[in-house]
């Protein structure tokens, strides 16, 4: 039997393999409960008021929303994840989920951890790839200076020199045990800086393998043709390009800005235009695979399934080296496991952090889920489906 006939995005038994029942009846309430836009902007506003009265709601956090969509509170903890996810031949990219805590001590602290994280998952096959936030070591407005192409002034250089020697630690210890690097996009408005940054150390540790990742949001109308553009810059430069493909995470963000700012909206017209993009990027990573390395960061199954057929119609390995496909832990298991069980390279995104310190992802998280047309839906479907097989 053809082996991409044999892919179905549908099949509940092995997208809930890994859940016991306890789990899928907990993943049931939660995606009922943020079916609820109300009840979503509600957590949303009081979650943050909780800990700041010191409210005892960590216990709460942590047994629903953060058990679904984030490894542990410690690296110890995201390991055994990792572990388990592994057994499913399920990857993960460790990912130190503390959102930007402004501060230069702050910087220095978050360092060591990250370099903990590349050194534990050294010769475990299971955490193929490690994540970081340039916004995790570097002033915001710093960046947003250096996006502008302002002066700076010579602190300012020289802090802007502290960030480079953070972020190249962490580079140098990707490569040195051959961890993939994935280097998140941010902002339209600090995001040159960022690629200035990925495409050095691209050019730096990417000459056999492909070790650095830059990120490709594709609701961004401008990101295909800076995809092409950073081939060929990688191509003139004789290193290999690792491009992350992911639609997007900032799009109210982004309008809001432009439309107070007075400036065009970098973000697409309409979800046919975001998907377009990043079908059309999915197609030409596809045919460059000598010269790049690819990372599908995906929920969409479409989108998925072109990557996979695409590779069937070349003739490529499902284990391709330069090919993963990626989802967020808690999110899209029939995507992450039926591809695992064909055979592909794919891994969960896995943050982890204090419940306190990770609770702007987790908000984020619910909101999205709320807001992409479907997902609650499609998610809670499959989890009923499953629960329904195994007659729960």
Same mark, same amino acid.
């Given at each position: 039997?053809?082996?991409?006939?044999?892919?179905?995005?549908?099949?509940?038994?092995?997208?809930?393999?890994?859940?016991?029942?306890?789990?899928?009846?907990?993943?049931?309430?939660?995606?009922?409960? @943020?079916?609820?836009?109300?009840?979503? %902007?509600?957590?949303?506003?009081?979650?943050?008021?909780?800990?700041?009265?010191?409210?005892?709601?960590?216990?709460?956090?942590?047994?629903?929303?953060?058990?679904?969509?984030?490894?542990?509170?410690?690296?110890?903890?995201?390991?055994?994840?990792?572990?388990?996810? =592994?057994?499913? &031949?399920? =990857?993960?990219?460790?990912?130190?989920?503390?959102?930007?805590?402004?501060?230069?001590?702050?910087?220095?602290?978050?360092?060591?951890?990250?370099?903990?994280?590349?050194?534990?998952?050294?010769?475990?096959?299971?955490?193929?790839?490690?994540?970081?936030?340039?916004?995790?070591?570097?002033?915001?407005?710093?960046? /947003?200076?250096?996006? !502008?192409?302002?002066?700076?002034?010579?602190? !300012?250089?020289?802090?802007?020199?502290?960030?480079?020697?953070?972020?190249?630690?962490?580079?140098?210890?990707?490569? %040195?045990?051959?961890?993939?690097?994935?280097?998140?996009?941010?902002?339209?408005?600090?995001?040159?800086?960022?690629?200035?940054?990925?495409? *050095?150390?691209?050019?730096?540790?990417?000459?056999? +393998?492909?070790?650095?990742? +830059?990120?490709?949001?594709?609701?961004?109308?401008?990101?295909?043709?800076?995809?092409?553009?950073?081939?060929?810059?990688?191509?003139?430069?004789?290193?290999?390009?690792?491009?992350?493909?992911?639609?997007?995470?900032?799009? /109210?963000?982004?309008?809001?800005?432009?439309?107070?700012?007075?400036?065009?909206?970098?973000?697409?017209?309409?979800?046919?235009?975001? *998907?377009?993009?990043?079908?059309?990027?999915?197609?030409?990573?596809? !045919?460059?695979?000598?010269?790049?390395?690819?990372?599908?960061?995906?929920? +969409?199954?479409?989108?998925?399934?072109?990557?996979?057929?695409?590779?069937?119609?070349?003739?490529?390995?499902?284990? &391709?080296? &330069?090919?993963?496909?990626?989802?967020?832990?808690? @999110?899209?298991? +029939?995507?992450?496991?039926?591809?695992?069980?064909?055979?592909?390279?794919?891994? %969960?995104?896995?943050?982890?952090?204090?419940?306190?310190?990770?609770?702007?992802?987790?908000?984020?998280?619910?909101?999205?889920?709320?807001?992409?047309?479907?997902?609650?839906?499609?998610?809670?479907?499959?989890?009923?489906?499953?629960?329904?097989?195994?007659?729960?």
């Amino acid at each position: 039997m053809d082996k991409q006939l044999s892919l179905s995005f549908e099949n509940t038994a092995i997208a809930f393999e890994s859940k016991s029942d306890r789990a899928l009846k907990k993943a049931d309430f939660l995606f009922s409960s @943020m079916g609820k836009p109300w009840l979503v %902007k509600l957590g949303g506003a009081l979650t943050p008021l909780a800990f700041k009265l010191h409210l005892p709601v960590k216990g709460l956090i942590k047994n629903t929303i953060f058990s679904q969509f984030c490894g542990g509170e410690s690296l110890e903890e995201a390991a055994r994840t990792a572990e388990g996810l =592994g057994k499913y &031949h399920v =990857g993960v990219a460790l990912d130190y989920g503390v959102e930007a805590m402004e501060g230069e001590e702050n910087y220095d602290k978050a360092l060591p951890e990250f370099i903990r994280a590349i050194q534990y998952a050294a010769g475990k096959p299971s955490i193929p790839f490690i994540a970081i936030k340039v916004t995790g070591f570097a002033r915001f407005s710093l960046l /947003e200076k250096l996006h !502008e192409g302002s002066p700076l002034s010579p602190q !300012e250089v020289e802090e802007y020199s502290r960030v480079k020697g953070r972020i190249l630690a962490i580079a140098e210890a990707a490569a %040195k045990h051959k961890i993939g690097l994935l280097i998140d996009a941010e902002e339209s408005w600090i995001q040159q800086p960022v690629d200035d940054l990925a495409d *050095d150390l691209m050019a730096r540790f990417n000459k056999e +393998n492909v070790i650095i990742y +830059n990120t490709f949001q594709l609701y961004r109308h401008d990101r295909l043709l800076y995809l092409q553009k950073s081939f060929d810059k990688a191509r003139q430069g004789g290193y290999l390009l690792g491009a992350k493909l992911v639609r997007g995470a900032y799009m /109210e963000k982004e309008r809001k800005r432009a439309l107070e700012m007075g400036y065009p909206s970098p973000i697409q017209p309409d979800k046919e235009s975001t *998907d377009r993009d990043y079908d059309a990027a999915v197609r030409f990573c596809m !045919e460059r695979l000598d010269r790049l390395g690819v990372f599908i960061g995906t929920h +969409n199954e479409d989108s998925s399934m072109l990557a996979a057929s695409l590779m069937d119609k070349q003739k490529l390995p499902h284990q &391709h080296p &330069h090919v993963n496909f990626s989802q967020l832990l808690g @999110m899209s298991d +029939n995507i992450t496991f039926n591809l695992a069980h064909a055979g592909y390279h794919v891994s %969960k995104y896995l943050p982890y952090g204090p419940v306190k310190d990770v609770m702007p992802y987790l908000l984020r998280r619910a909101q999205e889920n709320t807001s992409i047309s479907g997902q609650v839906g499609r998610e809670l479907g499959l989890i009923r489906r499953e629960l329904k097989r195994r007659a729960l």
